[in-house]
């Protein structure tokens, strides 16, 4: 009964609840759940303080800044349609990856097959920078959305910062220094990235204050003041495929994990690198103009050998050579040029008429022999080989084709004939760093000239006259090349170019009076010609070949 008279129990009305008491209770769920995620996103600020780092405006365009700046210069613009600015082409293989790089229709491609994690980098022919904005722009045309690419920037004597992304949106930048990496700064900004499509990175460098774009946006910034000069270049890092791999049996039975191969392909498009305008890599304009003195200049562009009127008018190409032509030099009458060329499969020593005729090998050996340079009566030329181990200098007489051996310090090239024929002067580094010997070609005794920090030197010319010598002045901590004079014996200092970005291939007028080389001095190397006080300057080629190896003869 009890259960029929529950049944039979009248059934109380409910009353409607208010709409008013539903909508405070979602307003106090949605008050609990923000202050949920903001007590959550302090709690991991607080053990992830890099990130506050990433916390910047998202909507500046820094290309798009400084390119209407007049406060900076454009110093470099590569579209990679030819390698104007020395970039290493080399292949390189290794026991897990395989890399090619090659330059075509305006790319310089990169071809990666890897096993492994691996990074490579690369920089033009240029000089270091302290401060700059680096724009490049490249796409991740094949390969994990894992692999990361970049820019390496302050790179001096092994140790660089980079700043790298990948295609799923994750950055970050890197100082190694001292083989080891530390980071600076990291983040994820998946909405940025176009993955298969062109991206474009840059950084900006003022003093140890960096900051850090992907396609237009600012994503970063970081601070540090352990580098604070160098060259600014690529880095590409594929990511292998250690994850995947195949099962391989060893011949004792016994299974082993094999990783696959992971194709890897990046094609860079563009890479542009401005400086601020009082810079001191924009120095062109710090010098007075200069009346090149009459003759003929003979140096090596696009890997042949050209020769140009000194007020830069009839460039001639006289090799035309599929392999390379380079290391030109006069003869003491300028009717013949030595050089060095690979067209035979190494580096030997040629010769040729002053209009390309004629061409004459003079080496044969399967050792690498370079820096050849004439006596002062053009019958012997000395040269550097390592065909009995390590660099020595050796004499050729031209007539009788006999060989001497002159050095034995393994380390010794660019060497120079002295005017009266009793001297060569050369470059070694059998010291551990670059100094400036001279040997007796008769008695054979040796003499070491320079052995002075922070400088090293390099390439030395003797002067017309033989009382001094010409050579370039390498501030080692700091990789930047300028060019002085020093008196022979006494040893008197000149300087002509300070070491401040690279000034390169020092040669003598016939006179001694001005000084041809090879410069960045406004952006791209050219060829300029110097008053011996260094104050009077001409500007003999301006084109985007990349010049060197500059020797002058009277016309």
Not at 4 to 14: G, V, Y
Not at 96 to 101: A, D, E, G, N
Not at 280 to 307: A, E, H, K, W
Not at 400 to 413: A, F, K, V
Request: proline share 6%.
């Amino acid at each position: 009964m009890a259960a029929n008279e529950s049944m039979n129990m009248p059934i109380k009305e409910r009353k409607p609840v208010s709409p008013l008491l539903i909508i405070l209770g979602l307003l106090s769920l949605c008050s609990i759940f923000v202050i949920a995620l903001i007590c959550g996103g302090l709690f991991w600020v607080m053990y992830n303080p890099g990130f506050l780092s990433t916390l910047t405006d998202p909507t500046e365009d820094i290309v798009q800044e400084i390119s209407s700046d007049p406060n900076w210069v454009l110093r470099m613009e590569d579209e990679f349609v030819s390698n104007i600015y020395g970039w290493n082409m080399e292949s390189s293989t290794e026991d897990t990856v395989r890399l090619k790089r090659t330059m075509e229709n305006g790319k310089f491609i990169w071809d990666f097959r890897a096993k492994s994690e691996w990074s490579f980098w690369n920089w033009p022919n240029m000089e270091m920078f302290d401060d700059f904005v680096a724009a490049m722009e490249l796409q991740h045309s094949d390969g994990p959305r894992a692999d990361w690419y970049g820019i390496v920037f302050r790179i001096s004597e092994g140790d660089f910062y980079c700043f790298m992304v990948d295609e799923y949106g994750s950055f970050g930048a890197w100082m190694f220094y001292q083989d080891e990496y530390k980071p600076l700064i990291s983040g994820n900004r998946p909405f940025l990235i176009k993955p298969g499509e062109i991206n474009r990175i840059a950084v900006k460098a003022i003093g140890s204050k960096f900051s850090f774009y992907i396609n237009q946006k600012l994503v970063a910034y970081a601070e540090d003041n352990t580098l604070s000069l160098g060259h600014v270049g690529m880095i590409l890092h594929p990511s292998g495929n250690p994850q995947n791999s195949t099962e391989t049996t060893e011949p004792n039975g016994n299974s082993q994990s094999e990783p696959e191969w992971q194709q890897s392909r990046f094609e860079i498009e563009k890479l542009n690198i401005w400086v601020p305008k009082n810079s001191d890599q924009v120095r062109i304009n710090d010098f007075l103009l200069l009346t090149p003195q009459p003759g003929r200049l003979v140096y090596m562009s696009y890997d042949d050998i050209y020769t140009i009127d000194t007020d830069g008018k009839n460039p001639t190409n006289l090799t035309r050579n599929p392999r390379k032509d380079y290391s030109p030099r006069w003869s003491p009458d300028g009717k013949q040029i030595v050089f060095v060329s690979e067209r035979d499969g190494n580096a030997e020593i040629y010769m040729m008429h002053r209009d390309g005729s004629g061409v004459t090998r003079l080496t044969e050996n399967q050792a690498w022999d370079v820096s050849p340079a004439w006596s002062p009566d053009g019958k012997k030329i000395v040269f550097s080989s390592n065909r009995e181990g390590g660099n020595n200098l050796y004499i050729l007489d031209t007539q009788t084709q006999s060989m001497e051996r002159l050095t034995d310090g393994q380390h010794d090239i660019f060497p120079d004939w002295s005017p009266k024929g009793d001297l060569i002067i050369y470059q070694s580094e059998r010291q551990g760093k670059l100094d400036i010997y001279v040997i007796d070609v008769k008695t054979k005794i040796e003499k070491r000239l320079t052995s002075g920090a922070p400088y090293s030197v390099a390439r030395p010319v003797w002067s017309p006259d033989g009382l001094s010598y010409l050579y370039e002045s390498v501030l080692s901590y700091k990789d930047q090349v300028g060019i002085a004079i020093t008196e022979y014996p006494n040893l008197n200092f000149e300087k002509v170019i300070d070491p401040v970005g690279v000034n390169i291939w020092p040669t003598w007028s016939p006179d001694g009076a001005q000084i041809a080389f090879t410069s960045y001095l406004d952006g791209q190397r050219d060829i300029y010609i110097v008053s011996r006080d260094g104050k009077l300057l001409y500007r003999v080629t301006n084109d985007a070949a990349i010049e060197g190896m500059v020797d002058w003869t009277a016309e």
